[in-house]
């Protein structure tokens, strides 16, 4: 081992941006190769899984996964940005003072299973090959196609009023979902307009708040490991670096765990290690069973002899093709 090579599930604090995250982890972990998963503003918190070393290839995968979030929607207010750090430019306080609470209610649930949404100008988006943020912040605005996106769970987890009312919402949605575009055409339906005051990350895929940490309790456990004489590898800068359990790092096969394990036998390594089809009666099962009991399960996830994570391979009738390989 000369890197980690798995996924660390991050809790990204206020200020940061994604990128500043990985920066500051590929210097806590000494290694260049870390990748985050889907961007977060800068005003958001909570769960960003970030792959490492052979853990990247499977970035595109995890961004793709179903999100959760808690926001908090400021009605009566409109701003550039979609949020409350963007300049206001709308919005009706006192027609949001006299909502009654059931017309909120309703508002929100119109959105219920998903709708066709525009992304905001402020997002990571490119129109002709330039950034929409960048764009935004030079004045200039463009169209945007609108995109389906599902909004599989919809829970108001309170409203309250204040100087003007503000809905905390939990949101179980699609890849490609802008909270902030949510809470702006929540507003917009409501005839008084509305802004995102506030938004956590609660889930990404199988990853949760419970299991995030921050990066600061990632460098300090990386420090601790290292008292007490953890050290897993040495890297080429002679960085001491201790075991990935220390740090919280899940093995890539942890994200497939719903496939059947196999392992290959010795004479099918060089074979796995070329990236060719494997025979079925070079794999067994790693639950038991004869070496032909493989043979026909749709798709396992393959390790090594010496237990190392291999990829995973499908069965094409004939024999198991890579699909996903880690090697």
């Known amino acids: 081992m000369d890197q980690y090579n798995g996924i660390l599930n991050v ?15 590929r210097g806590i972990l000494h290694q260049k190769k870390v990748g985050h998963t889907g961007t977060l503003d800068p005003m ?5 899984p970030v792959c490492l070393g052979k853990g990247t290839k499977v970035c595109g995968m995890l961004t793709d996964w179903d999100k959760e979030y808690v926001t908090e929607l400021r009605l009566g207010q409109v701003t550039d940005t979609l949020d409350v750090t963007g300049t206001l430019i709308g919005g009706d306080p006192q027609a949001a003072l006299a909502l009654p609470e059931e017309e909120i209610v309703r508002a929100v649930h119109a959105f219920d299973g998903g709708y066709d949404q525009i992304p905001p100008m402020y997002s990571a988006l490119k129109k002709d090959g330039k950034r929409l943020y960048d764009l935004a912040r030079a004045g200039i605005s463009v169209e945007r196609s609108a995109r389906s996106v599902r909004l599989y769970e919809l829970e108001i987890l309170g409203i309250s009023r204040e100087e003007v009312p503000v809905v905390r919402l939990r949101v179980l949605c699609s890849k490609g979902t802008y909270i902030r575009s949510l809470c702006d055409d929540i507003g917009a339906r409501l005839g008084c307009g509305g802004t995102m005051q506030s938004l956590v990350r609660t889930r990404v895929g199988p990853f949760t708040l419970e299991g995030a940490r921050t990066l600061g309790a990632i460098e300090a456990a990386r420090d601790l490991a290292l008292e007490r004489g953890d050290v897993a590898f040495t890297d080429s800068r002679g960085n001491a670096c201790p075991s990935p359990e ?13 496939l059947a394990p196999a392992q290959v036998k010795a004479e099918g390594v060089k074979p796995l290690q070329n990236g060719n089809k494997l025979a079925p009666d070079l794999l067994e099962l790693s639950e038991g069973g004869a070496a032909s009991a493989a043979e026909g399960t749709e798709r396992v996830r393959l390790y090594f002899p010496d237990g190392t994570f291999a990829g995973i391979y499908a069965w094409d009738g004939k024999e198991y093709r890579p699909e996903k390989v880690f090697l």
């Open 246 to 258: 220390s740090l919280g790092v899940a093995g890539i096969d942890s994200l497939f765990a719903d």
């Open 11 to 25: 809790y990204k604090e206020k200020g940061y941006t994604s990128f500043d995250a990985v920066a500051h982890l």
């Open 44 to 48: 958001a918190t909570g769960v960003l």
